[in-house]
């Protein structure tokens, strides 16, 4: 499966953004997630949401972001609201909280005035 990540940009605080990641593969089975890497920092699980939909949250982002997903279209979306500097990164879908497939491009998400 590979892993296709878009939607992503320069947004000013307070913006909102909505990410998509689709495969190319069935995700039906697999719990996914979104993952951030904030410039000079580790990749980190922000969201996941889980085949039963389940979803959790990174508690820096719970409350402006949610995760969704479209099993019927192998796409998983990120809604972020409220944006601020900090969310700042790259932003990259996989399965959750392993990942297993082959990580995509990402997608650039810059916040700032």
């Known amino acids: 499966v590979q892993l296709v990540e878009s939607g992503g940009g320069l947004v000013q605080p307070g913006g909102s953004l909505r990410l998509s990641c689709v495969a190319s593969g069935s995700i039906v089975d697999y719990n996914m997630g979104w993952y951030r890497e904030a410039p000079g920092q580790a990749r980190e699980l922000i969201a996941r949401?889980?085949?039963?939909?389940?979803?959790t949250y990174l508690d820096s982002v719970k409350g402006r972001f949610a995760i969704d997903r479209d099993n019927a279209k192998n796409t998983v979306y990120l809604q972020m609201n409220s944006l601020k500097p900090e969310d700042t990164g790259v932003y990259y879908c996989n399965s959750a909280p392993r990942s297993v497939f082959s990580w995509g491009q990402g997608t650039q998400v810059t916040v700032s005035a």
């Open positions: 949401r889980t085949t039963a939909g389940i979803t």
